[in-house]
């Protein structure tokens, strides 16, 4: 029952630095997404996938690249971190179907701080 | 555009006092609505969600919301808090219409969360 796995779950990156956050699913979702977390500005979308090699922007994309080159896995990569990147990183992912309601379901977060 | 108000950044109760945590959503179409629950250092976890049909939608942990439509509210309540339930609970709204289009490449599918009611509850 291992869900959406996120890794590693804790960062600190030096401004400037790269690095890429992993993130899989075992329960064959097509819709992969990330999120960021910020005190009291609840979740933000960033990008998101609807299938292998199908890839969007969400609200807030800027700093960030993904790819989805598997069903599985749907990395986030961080190209010249800063501070103002400093959150705490959500995956979630969901299938895609005619009972679909937007349920999504979370990985466990990963905790980024750029010094 | 949908959007989510979440009434009281942090709500205390004392163990055994009711838990109401206020939800207020805008939306131009019948929305989907979720309340999440995340405990700290965690994930978020889903304690109920509303679709259609019944309007007093029952989840997890003793939990349920009602669905009032003429109100946009979608309260969730509990009538006996424990210390379990210290977590911050997050109210969420998505487009029926627009899920349905993801797929096509027609929508992002993006789940409008609130900003978050952080709930502790007294001995």
């Known amino acids: 029952n291992a869900g959406v796995t996120q890794t590693p779950k804790f960062q600190v990156l030096k401004t400037g630095q790269s690095m890429t956050l992993q993130c899989a699913q075992d329960m064959n979702h097509e819709y992969m997404s990330w999120y960021r977390q910020d005190p009291g500005m609840g979740l933000r979308l960033i990008h998101y996938s609807v299938g292998a090699g199908i890839t969007d922007q969400g609200e807030v994309p800027n700093g960030y690249n993904v790819s989805r080159s598997t069903t599985e896995d749907f990395p986030l990569r961080l190209l010249s971190a800063a501070p103002s990147q400093t959150s705490v990183y959500f995956c979630?992912?969901?299938?895609?179907?005619?009972?679909?309601?937007?349920?999504?379901?979370f990985g466990e977060g990963s905790r980024l701080t750029v010094l | 555009a949908q959007s989510v108000t979440q009434l009281g950044s942090h709500v205390s109760v004392s163990e055994g006092a009711l838990v109401l945590l206020r939800c207020n959503y805008s939306?131009?179409?019948?929305?989907?609505l979720f309340w999440y629950v995340q405990y700290p250092n965690q994930g978020l976890q889903l304690l109920l969600k509303y679709t259609t049909g019944a309007t007093l939608v029952k989840g997890i942990n003793g939990f349920e919301a009602e669905f009032k439509k003429s109100e946009t509210s979608f309260h969730l309540t509990k009538p006996s808090a424990h210390m379990s339930d210290a977590a911050e609970y997050f109210c969420a709204v998505s487009d029926p219409v627009g899920w349905a289009l993801v797929a096509a490449g027609g929508s992002q599918g993006n789940l409008i969360f609130g900003k978050g009611t952080k709930l502790s509850v007294k001995p």
């Open positions: 939306s131009s179409v019948p929305p989907y």
């Open positions: 979630a992912s969901s299938y895609l179907g005619q009972s679909n309601t937007g349920e999504l379901f």
